[in-house]
């Protein structure tokens, strides 16, 4: 009865371990995901926030200087709200995932 016992607490220790490992693996992945991401999102402002300093500098006329700056603002709300989609599903996908592999040791847990 001894034997057993240890036995099944050795299953559930390596369980454990097994669930641990792959929820730090899916981490990881989504955590570099996010990363590269953001990395992305911030050459692509740099590049746009250059892109209207340079328009503005040629600049003639308030009214041209307004539609510069309109646009700018535009694209910039846009790209914010399309980044704050991209992010939220990614953090998303980084709680399911991390977590997913201690799904299973709950259920068998509660059974």
Known sequence: MMINSFEQFQK?????LDATMKAFGAFSNNAQAIAAESAEFARKSFEHNTSTIEKLFGVRTLDKAVEIQTDYVKGAYDSLVSQSTKLGALYSALATETFKPFEGALTKKTA
């Open 12 to 16: 559930f220790g390596q369980s454990n």
